[in-house]
C-alpha cells in the first residue's frame, strides 16, 4: 500500500461519523445510482476510501443486499399475463393458493422498493392486502415520497387491523409525507359526493392522486367478505343488489363485473376517489391481489384495462388466462 493510500485512510472518521459516512456513501450508490468517482468528488474522499466504506457497511450490515431468484417468481405466466392482456409487467407468486396473500405483498413490497427511478409519489388504498404490502415494504424504501391515498376510508371494522394506515407506513418507511383523503369511501346521496369533491382541500388531495407517478392497489371483494359492506359504507340490501347485478368486486369502491363494466352507476356516482377513467389513463397503475375470492374480479379489471402491472399469485393469474376470452 502507498504511503498516499495510508495517509487517506487515516483521515476517515472514526466510530459515530464514520458510520454516518458509511450510511451517505451507501445511499448514493444504492439509491442514487452514483458512481465511485461522483461519491469521491461530493465526499472529499477518493475512490479507494469509498470503495473501503461500503465493504465495510456491507461486513456491518448496514447494508444487506437481498437477491430473489427468478425461481422464486413465475415468469412463464407472467409473460402470458403480458401478452393477453396488454400489461406492462407482471409479477405471479408460484406456490399453493393458501400460501398467496402473504407472498404476494411481500413480492409487492420488493417490487415496489425495487422501482427504477425512485418516483417522487405514489398514490396508494387502504385494506387488509395493502397493509400487508405496506409491513413488508423495506425501509428506506424511497426517499422524501408523497404518499397520496387515492379512495375515501371507511370506519374501523373489527378484526381488520391497520387497514387505514397504509399511506402513513409507506410515507414513514420512504421517509416522506402522507396526504390523507379525509372523505368517506361511498356517501349516501350524489350530492353530498359532488360537495366533498369541490372542498378545497379534497379537490386537492385529488389533483395530487391523479397525478402521482406511480399508483398501487389491491381489489376488493362482493358479498359478506366485503369490507365496504361491513364498515356501514354499503347497505346490506345494496350489497345484495350490487350481486344481482353481476358484481364480482370492487376497485377503490367501484363495483364492476366479469366484464370489467360498473354495474350500478348510481352507487358509482356516490363513490368517493379516483376513477375508473383516471386508472386506465394511468401510466403506471399496479393491481396487487390473491386468493381465490378475488379471481373474477381480477378478471374483469385485467379486461377493463384498468392496470398496467399486476402482481398476484399462481392460481389467479391462471383464472385470468384461461379465461381471458370468454364471452
Known sequence: MSDDTDRTSNRLPQEGGR???????????????????????????????????????RDL????????????????????LIHAFGLQDAVVVPGPAEEGPDGVAQAAGQYLAALKPKPRSIGVSWGRTMAAVAHWLPPDWAEGISVVQINGTVAP?????H??????????????????????????????REVL???????????????????????????????????GNILKAEMAGLLRAGAVGDVLGHFISRQGEIVDPDLDA?????????????????GIVSGQEK?????????????????????TATFALEHAHDR
Open 19 to 57: 458510520d454516518q459516512l458509511m450510511v451517505s456513501i451507501a445511499r448514493m450508490t444504492y439509491q442514487q445510482n452514483k458512481t465511485l468517482t461522483e461519491i469521491a468528488a461530493e465526499t472529499g474522499l477518493n475512490r479507494w476510501q469509498v470503495s473501503r466504506l461500503l465493504q465495510e457497511a
Open 61 to 80: 450490515g448496514i447494508v444487506r443486499i437481498e437477491i430473489v431468484p427468478r425461481t422464486l417468481r413465475h415468469p412463464d405466466l407472467e409473460a402470458r
Open 157 to 161: 371494522v373489527p378484526g381488520i387491523a
Open 163 to 192: 387497514h387505514n394506515d397504509v399511506a402513513e407506513t409507506f410515507a414513514r418507511k420512504g421517509r416522506g409525507r402522507m396526504i390523507p383523503l379525509p372523505v368517506p369511501a361511498i356517501v349516501g346521496e350524489i350530492l353530498t
Open 197 to 231: 369533491e369541490k372542498d378545497r382541500i379534497v379537490a386537492d388531495v385529488l389533483r395530487q392522486a391523479e397525478a402521482a407517478q406511480v399508483l398501487a392497489f389491491s381489489l376488493g371483494v362482493a358479498g359478506e367478505g366485503s369490507v365496504l359492506q361491513r364498515s
Open 270 to 286: 356516490r363513490t368517493i376517489g379516483l376513477t375508473l377513467s383516471n386508472l386506465r389513463q394511468h401510466e403506471r397503475s399496479i
Open 295 to 315: 379471481h373474477d374480479v381480477t378478471l374483469g379489471t385485467l379486461r377493463a384495462g384498468l392496470v398496467t402491472v399486476l402482481v398476484t399469485d399462481e392460481a
